[in-house]
């Protein structure tokens, strides 16, 4: 039997994404406000953004657009897409196009909020972004400034870089950050001989976290995957150096470019340098505090409080139309 609900995947679901957006709609109220029940347990409030259980599936967030829309954001795994979707259409709902899912946007502004929520990769950005059409209608401002510039990050993931000598622990501190292993990890200097990449969560920021190869001097098969690393690395949002804490970091072969210096394996050693932060991927020390930092360093925490409208969309910029 039918509930009356609209479905629509607004996101890719044939490859992996940090976040995904599934669209809720219904022409009457009550009857989304019953499928959200089902679905997370209770109904959150118009312009909420819970987090919760979604269909005892994957933990997202909930944003309730307005009385008959609500938006939920899934991690964007293709599995768990499917699982979800098989799960709404067996409590009835009706999987439609893009289009059914935004039947209230009212004006420009909320139609460019609700597209870039589409893709906004970071939890952080859902309030900042659902506040900006009252902003925008009572301020117009003219340029980009530096501060849109950071709160961008939040659409699209920075690049966070881990540099530093072979066998540091720079792959143990990107699955400690994971909670999983996606870099092999081994007591051989130069396990890892290309960069690898994942989606890691930083507070509500997403970023793509790079473990590039131990920099040492170029020999064999290895030159051509430091050669792509170095390149990676003057593109990096970030740079983080990591360090052995029981290392003279004056004798340190790393990079010179990093803004960022870490001190790993503290657990065996304290730092006896200068460090901005000291973690141990073995017992989880200190890596809340380099979440917090990195997170900051890339999205300041006074761009995130100020007020004012943010130029997400260069469309907005001049008077020029918004799609």
């Not at 768990?80 to 709404?88: D, P």
């Not at 990079?255 to 989880?284: I, M, N, Q, W, Y």
Request: glycine fraction near 10%; charge should be negative.
């Amino acid at each position: 039997m039918g509930t009356g609900v609209r479905y629509a995947i607004t996101t890719a679901r044939t490859r992996p994404a940090a976040l995904a957006t599934i669209d809720l709609v219904a022409d009457e109220p009550r009857a989304l406000e019953a499928f959200l029940a089902a679905c997370v347990g209770d109904v959150p409030a118009v312009g909420g953004t819970p987090l919760r259980r979604l269909a005892g599936i994957d933990e997202g967030l909930v944003l309730r657009i307005g009385p008959g829309h609500a938006i939920l954001m899934p991690h964007g795994g293709p599995a768990v897409l499917a699982e979800l979707g098989a799960w709404l259409e067996s409590r009835g709902a009706v999987q439609g196009d893009a289009a059914c899912a935004h039947p209230e946007p009212s004006d420009p502004f909320e139609r460019a909020v609700l597209r870039t929520l589409s893709r906004a990769a970071s939890p952080l950005a859902v309030g900042i972004l659902l506040a900006q059409p009252a902003l925008w209608k009572s301020e117009r401002p003219a340029r980009l400034t530096d501060r849109d510039r950071r709160l961008r990050r939040l659409i699209d993931p920075p690049t966070v870089a881990a540099v530093g000598a072979p066998n540091v622990g720079k792959s143990s501190l990107l699955n400690a950050l994971l909670g999983r292993e996606a870099a092999t990890v081994r007591d051989e200097a130069g396990t890892t001989r290309d960069y690898i990449g994942a989606s890691v969560n930083l507070g509500g920021l997403v970023v793509r976290w790079v473990d590039t190869p131990g920099i040492r001097p170029k020999r064999g098969p290895e030159t051509e995957a430091q050669r792509l690393a170095t390149e990676l690395i003057a593109r990096a949002d970030l740079v983080l150096r990591c360090i052995d804490a029981a290392s003279d970091s004056s004798a340190s072969t790393d990079p010179p470019c990093s803004d960022f210096l870490v001190a790993t394996r503290c657990d065996l050693s304290e730092p006896g340098f200068h460090h901005d932060a000291a973690v141990s991927a073995k017992t989880g020390d200190g890596l809340a505090a380099l979440v917090g930092q990195v997170r900051d360093r890339l999205v300041l925490p006074e761009d995130l409080a100020d007020a004012s409208p943010w130029v997400f969309d260069d469309g907005l910029l001049g008077g020029r139309s918004i799609p």
